[in-house]
């Protein structure tokens, strides 16, 4: 199976912050990888589809980039509502699998 | 609007076997095009991908069940199942269905995830 490897596996950050999560893949995924945010007690939302791709209703200063082994997923300006876990998955072969998670702290 | 919603025991003892159902409403499970998935994740973990189906195609799993995991659908009723035998502590998760529109890739709707707990 494909192993996603996130880094770095928590973070403190601020409001307003630029904050930057890598996602490495164990092989090459193209543009297959996903990012979806998950807050606690809650269900994960899609974020990022093919990369970088952002999914509808999703504020513009989420952001996904990256192909192959290495990707990240950006958050601009960090706001309030967005701290929270942060999981990328790879769509590229079955198993269908999730990189460990990245928690967003304040 | 697409709707998922799981149904099932909160407490299994080990050795049992889980069912679980997920309710679809919004899209239809008989479609062939929307591919149809169970994700489960243990408490204060990561999420691990269980298998998927499309309606008219090959069930896919993970290896890492092994042969304990059965994925089925009833069209009639607009929903699909999970069974898991052999439960045992570490199959202590909240599991959740979802919806993959495109087929092996991403999940855009989720249910919101039931908890089953192994535990004699």
């Known amino acids: 199976a494909i192993q996603l490897t996130q880094s770095p596996s928590s973070l403190s950050a601020s409001v307003g912050d630029r904050v930057i999560i890598t996602c490495r893949a164990s092989?090459?995924?193209?543009?297959?990888l996903a990012w979806y945010q998950q807050k606690p007690g809650k269900v994960p939302k899609l974020l990022i589809s093919?990369?970088?791709t952002v999914a509808s209703g999703v504020p513009s200063r989420f952001s996904g980039s990256g192909s192959g082994t290495d990707f990240t997923l950006t958050i601009s300006s960090l706001q309030p509502e967005d701290f929270a876990t942060y999981y990328c998955?790879?769509?590229?072969?079955?198993?269908?699998?999730f990189g460990g998670g990245t928690e967003v702290e304040i | 609007q697409v709707q998922l919603q799981e149904s099932g025991p909160g407490l299994v003892k080990p050795s049992e076997t889980l069912s679980l159902t997920c309710i679809v409403s919004?899209?239809?499970?008989?479609?062939?095009?929307?591919?149809w998935t169970w994700i489960r994740q243990p408490p204060g973990k990561g999420l691990e991908w269980i298998g998927q189906?499309?309606?008219?195609?090959?069930?896919q799993y993970n290896p890492s069940f092994k042969s304990r995991v059965i994925i089925s659908v009833d069209t009639s009723k607009n929903q699909f199942s999970l069974k898991l035998t052999s439960m045992t502590a570490s199959d202590t998760a909240v599991y959740y269905c979802?919806?993959?529109?495109?087929?092996?890739?991403?999940?855009?709707?989720w249910g919101q995830g039931t908890l089953v707990t192994v535990s004699s």
């Open positions: 092989q090459g995924l193209t543009y297959t």
């Open positions: 189906f499309y309606y008219g195609g090959n069930i």
């Open positions: 979802a919806r993959d529109k495109r087929g092996g890739t991403f999940f855009d709707y």
């Open positions: 919004g899209d239809s499970v008989g479609s062939g095009t929307s591919y």
């Open positions: 093919d990369a970088y």
């Open positions: 998955q790879q769509f590229h072969t079955y198993p269908l699998t």
